[in-house]
């Protein structure tokens, strides 16, 4: 089948590359001329484990092709993908200007019948939008899906070639039939593909994205209770997780979400409420929550030093907002180098992947160390704020010597007790006790 995809941010090179790689056409089309001459040069401008090789060799078999030309891009398509940006407004709304642009240049392009399909999340009506959109500007057949994307970063691959279901909103019989064969090869161990009108499958996405930040926040204030009370936010997972009506993913409690998806799909959702009259209040206190939750160890790293950081190092693990990932928007990282920079604290970070973003922000009192053992150099305190898998055995007596102090804060809780006990550190985490040397 010929395909195109607008758009090759995160979901669009993920989504060509893999339906290229179950034998269809993809061309993969963008207006950035800088972005397609990497790609066509074979650089990835994302970290995705297992993507590279899947780039590779559809690249290699000419089955993915990149070009700035829509016109060019979309002839002959039968399916034609939009993965285009929605970023928040002011007001937290999705905006829609991207989506509509390029609706509006397809109409006239358009000559027989194709499906275009929403793949960006976006708010409940814009499937009718594109659709008004594109057919005041052709008379060629043609109709609009939501198919909503449900990648998590770091596993984005996998995800889409073992979709847990696959999500369809359409009224057309014959576009379910062909996104029904389109699929077809993802799903041949029976996981679903579910049909529904295009309302409930936007809505799903949203709906998806905001159960998950809100099972995230609700365990983190459990966390802070425990702390209180003195029980084991650990032992509490454990306990509740073996019920299969609530499930062991989710729960573990840390220093708040962040990415590309959750934050900016529950304000969209409570913005969304907000325009129907309807005060959605678990939201909202997801979203305070989630900003106070991602500074907690920050305000502790104050506590610890009397509200005096001038002048004080500290060393910070881990910089995107979850492992396997280079993606460091709305991280937890960047709040709290900015809490603690601008006490007058000295920042000394590393992260196997997102070290280099970081860099691109410029931030003063920030320096971009080469491995995590450098960060620690004559630090006053660790800060570990993404769980990558490096930093769960490391070698204690070296960090021991390497630091002013041994002084971890955990967000991630890494590490057991006993072990931080055993090698003379005081450490600080979330929802468990504290231990002091």
């Known amino acids: 089948m010929k395909i195109s995809v607008i758009g090759t941010g995160y979901v669009g090179l993920v989504t060509g590359t893999c339906l290229a790689e179950t034998g269809n056409h993809v061309s993969c089309i ?17 970290y995705e484990p297992g993507l590279d090789v899947l ?11 990149f070009t700035t030309d829509l016109k060019e891009g979309i002839k002959d398509a039968k399916v034609i993908f939009l993965a285009l ?9 999705a905006d829609l200007k991207y989506v509509l642009k390029v609706a509006g240049d397809l109409g006239p392009l358009l000559k027989g019948y194709t499906i275009v399909v929403n793949k960006s999340t976006v708010p409940v009506g814009t499937t009718e939008m594109v659709r008004n959109t594109i ?3 052709t008379k060629a057949k043609f109709d609009v899906v939501s198919n909503p994307e449900f990648l998590r970063e770091g596993v984005a691959v996998e995800d889409f070639m073992k979709p847990d279901r696959v999500v369809v909103g359409s009224s057309s019989e014959k576009a379910r039939n062909i996104m029904q064969e389109l699929y077809a090869p993802l799903v041949r161990q029976g996981n679903p593909i579910l049909f529904m009108d295009e309302k409930s499958a936007e809505m799903t996405k949203y709906a998806a994205n905001s159960f998950l930040a809100t099972k995230i926040t609700f365990m983190n204030e459990i966390a802070n209770l425990c702390e209180l009370l003195g029980a084991d936010v650990d032992m509490v997972r454990r306990g509740i997780g073996t019920d299969n009506r609530i499930g062991k993913r989710f729960l573990f409690a840390g220093i708040g979400y962040g990415g590309s998806c959750f934050p900016k799909d529950v304000q969209a959702l409570f913005n969304a409420a907000s325009g129907v009259n309807y005060d959605f209040r678990i939201l909202r206190s997801v979203m305070e929550v989630n900003e106070r939750q991602k500074i907690k160890l920050a305000n502790r790293i104050r506590e610890y030093f009397n509200q005096d950081l001038e002048g004080k190092t500290i060393a910070i693990w881990g910089l995107a907002f979850k492992p396997y990932t280079d993606d460091i928007r709305e991280a937890p990282s960047l709040a709290n180098i900015l809490e603690l920079t601008k006490e007058g604290a000295f920042i000394r970070a590393y992260d196997p992947e997102a070290g280099e973003n970081i860099k691109d922000l410029k931030l003063e009192k920030v320096v971009i160390c080469d491995d995590e053992y450098e960060t620690l150099k004559n630090a006053d305190a660790l800060l570990i704020v993404t769980e990558w898998p490096v930093f769960r055995t490391p070698d204690f007596d070296l960090m021991g010597r390497l630091m002013k102090q041994r002084v971890i804060f955990d967000g991630r809780n890494l590490y057991e007790l006993n072990t931080m006990r055993k090698y003379g550190f005081i450490y600080i985490s979330i929802g468990r006790k504290e231990i002091h040397g």
């Open 30 to 46: 963008d207006i950035d001329h800088n972005k397609i001459d990497s790609l066509k040069n074979g650089k990835i401008p994302i």
């Open 55 to 65: 780039f590779e060799r559809n690249k290699r078999e000419r089955r993915l092709e």
């Open 85 to 93: 940006p929605t970023p928040p407004n002011d007001d937290g709304s």
């Open 135 to 137: 057919a005041e500007r």
